[in-house]
């Protein structure tokens, strides 16, 4: 796999892939994790839901390796709470790069992933999740983006874009930033990622690179 058009470190690198096909990169094992990291899997009772939170993590440091040039083994990813300043959870960041943002996603199988210069954020979630019940989406998404997606004849989809799209800002932590919203059909994935210029140059949408989504959607 290559690191993406343009120069190691000039734009974002968002990846999204499935979390089994994130287990069997050859570049990427559960060995990679910090301590802390394995301590927080302990916890987790529920196998398929511990292999999406190692996928989510291992693909972040994939994300870090394509734009620092450092290898995955080399990447040492932290979180810090911004509510309680404890670290161990919350946002994850790169301590060692203060100038790049990191974000990282899981749901049902899936992983997502972006590392770049500035705020960024992104959400990843199953095409046939439906978010609801639409009295709480109204308290926290814009209401009247929530009553035009109700007025569509499948409303489903289109609030689960608002959702994906909502959750991509909280992660970035602010509210200008560019936001681009788009579907993995192959994945079956609505996927979400804000960043501070705009500037993604790498998409993984099968393990090897694609091209970035249409913009603004």
Known sequence: MSSGPGRVGAAAVALVATTAEVLAHPE????????WE????????????RDDVVAARLLLRLCASRVTGLPPRDVTPAQSCPGCG?????????????????SLSHADGLA??????GPVGIDVEPLTRRP???????RLLPPDEVDAACAEPDPGPALLRLWVRREALFKAGRGDVRLTEWTDR?????????????TAGALLPSLSLGQAPPSGR
């Open 112 to 117: 997502a992933a972006v590392v770049g210069p």
């Open 132 to 138: 609801g019940p639409v009295s709480v989406l109204r």
């Open 186 to 198: 192959r994945r079956a994935a609505v996927v979400a990622l804000a960043e501070a210029d705009g």
């Open 86 to 102: 404890r670290d161990g959870h919350g946002r994850p960041y790169l301590p060692d790069r203060p100038g790049l943002g990191a």
């Open 38 to 49: 394995r301590h927080r899997l302990a916890g987790i009772r529920v196998p398929a839901r």
């Open 28 to 35: 990427l094992d559960e060995g990679l994790l910090a301590p």
